[in-house]
């Protein structure tokens, strides 16, 4: 059976990993015998037998021997696939269902794959891991020139943050971070810079202003423009004097990180890890339960894969580790009354441990 994809590499990951070249429009990928094709308008081929993965690199009108602007997919690929003489086709899941049908008609027999159409994405090669750190030293530079805002803003008289003479809030905040990230090279979309009780809903963007003595939860995750991989870093601050309770929550945080860095290793389960730091929280006095119709505590996952999509197997507590996986350590509490703390490195699975990929520092009060 021949394995197909039609998608954008630009936003499709499984069609940038296979042929590693950034198309926005989609092509075709064809894989026979492990022997693989990509097939392309007129616009990029040249392009792509320069920068494409591929064995066989061919425009549209060579493939079909159809003028491009007679050409319809469904009649591309079946004119493919004839020639390459396949009529059972496996697609990714997310493979359109209109073209599957469409194929299907013209009697060819599309499977989706219930599987990952690349499982081998989730062990990183020695290039994948050096394309995940320099995205991750990206994201650390948007993470300092969050701090240096911090830094220069002044504390006024009602708790606010002003900065060059304007209330800081989250969207300017982020905005400083993410003009900082397109500057090296990446692009930043939903970065979360999220104060007060926003920051105890784990994927508020934030969107308010910037409070003194509150905790901030600052959370980057560029992607490289042009490797497409991903880094992800998150960090807690406040500006101004924590309360007792909110240094007390992040040192447990912090303690919680630690540990599961220390233990981390091949061949451990994700789920067992999880289960003991979130029993951890609770002997501490943070347990995870509904309150007043909200979640508190530990309620997400610990961490989950990163390369080509921000959010990548393996997830945390369904991995059993293997060496070269590349995973977030994203511990997190989260009480209204207090406030949200999430602190977030990026390590590589080894034998007997990991190598933790990130850098920046860890600081709670910024003066």
């Known amino acids: 059976m021949a394995r197909m994809m039609f998608a954008a590499s630009e936003k499709d990951a499984n069609m940038l990993y296979a042929t590693r070249m950034m198309v926005p429009d989609p092509f075709l990928w064809i894989e026979v015998n492990s022997k693989s094709y990509i097939f392309l308008s007129k616009l990029e081929i040249d392009r792509a037998k320069r ?15 159809i003028k491009e602007e007679k050409l319809t997919v469904p009649l591309l ?10 009529s059972r086709l496996q697609v990714p899941s997310n493979f359109p269902l209109g073209l599957a049908e469409a ?8 499977i989706a794959s219930k599987t990952e159409f690349f499982p081998e994405r989730s062990i990183k090669t020695p290039a994948e891991i050096e394309a995940v750190r320099s995205a991750l030293r990206v994201a650390e530079k948007g993470m300092q020139r969050a701090m240096e805002v911090l830094k220069e803003s002044k504390i006024t008289a009602e708790g606010l943050l002003r900065w060059q003479e304007k209330i800081l809030d ?20 939903g970065t979360i810079v999220a104060c007060g009780i926003e920051a105890c809903d784990p994927h508020e963007v934030g969107k308010g202003k910037l409070r003194a003595n509150q905790a901030i ?5 560029p992607r ?3 490797t497409g991989y991903y880094g992800d870093l998150s960090r807690t601050v406040v500006k101004g004097e924590p309360s007792k309770e909110l240094s007390r929550l992040y040192a447990t945080v912090k303690e919680g990180k630690q540990w599961v860095l220390s233990i981390l290793r091949e061949g451990l389960k994700g789920k067992n890890i999880e289960k003991e730091l979130r029993d951890t929280f609770t002997r501490k006095g943070y347990p995870t339960e509904m309150r007043g119709g909200r979640w508190v505590g530990f309620f997400h996952g610990l961490g989950h894969g990163v390369g080509l999509e921000i959010h990548e197997p393996p997830r945390f507590r ?5 060496k070269n996986q590349v995973l977030t350590v994203e511990p997190g509490l989260y009480y209204p ?24 520092e860890e600081v709670l009060e910024i003066a």
Request: charged share 35%; hydrophobic share 40%; proline share 0%.
């Open 224 to 226: 490289d423009r042009t």
């Open 103 to 110: 194929l299907r008609k013209q009697g060819l027999n599309v």
């Open 337 to 360: 009354e207090i406030g949200g703390v999430r602190l977030e490195d990026m390590v590589v699975i080894k034998e007997n441990g990991v190598e933790n990929l990130t850098q920046i």
């Open 217 to 221: 939860v600052i959370d980057i995750f």
């Open 51 to 65: 920068e494409a993965k591929a064995d066989v690199i061919l425009s549209y009108e060579e493939a079909s021997g």
């Open 77 to 86: 690929i079946k004119t493919v696939c004839k020639k390459l003489r396949v």
């Open 318 to 322: 369904k991995a059993t580790f293997k």
């Open 170 to 189: 989250s969207k300017i905040l982020r905005e400083e971070i993410e003009i900082r990230i397109m500057r090296e090279g990446a692009t930043a979309t």
